[in-house]
Nanobody
């Protein structure tokens, strides 16, 4: 059973930056895709970004040019560098990792407010 531990959320002013991390453990299987979803209050889950085991990233249009996803396969860790944060980026962010099945992190809150 894969466990995911997230860190890095918090409160930031508009235009600021945050870096989220998500470390996976507990699997002997190769982790394929890793990524991040988010859910703002009263809204549906949104796929923010994901990255293949080979390092190919994909982004939601809403974050292109502002967010960067990366991963360290040796550490089974995925990162989300967020810059130019906007109030509409406020949400709970959840990482996922695809091993034999999809595992989810516990979520970390990102609040963008002045």
């Amino acid at each position: 059973q894969v466990q995911l531990v997230e860190s890095g959320g918090g409160l930031v002013q508009p235009g600021g930056s945050l870096r989220l991390s998500c470390a996976a453990s507990g699997t002997a299987f190769t982790i394929a895709a890793m990524g991040w979803y988010r859910q703002a209050p009263g809204k549906e889950y949104e796929l923010v970004a994901h990255i293949s085991s080979g390092g190919n990233p994909n982004y939601a249009d809403s974050v292109k040019g502002r967010f960067t996803i990366s991963r360290d396969n040796a550490k089974n860790t995925v990162y989300l560098q967020m810059t130019g944060l906007k109030p509409e980026d406020t949400a709970a962010y959840y990482c996922f990792a695809d091993a034999r099945t999809r595992a989810w992190g516990q979520g970390t809150q990102v609040t963008v407010s002045s």
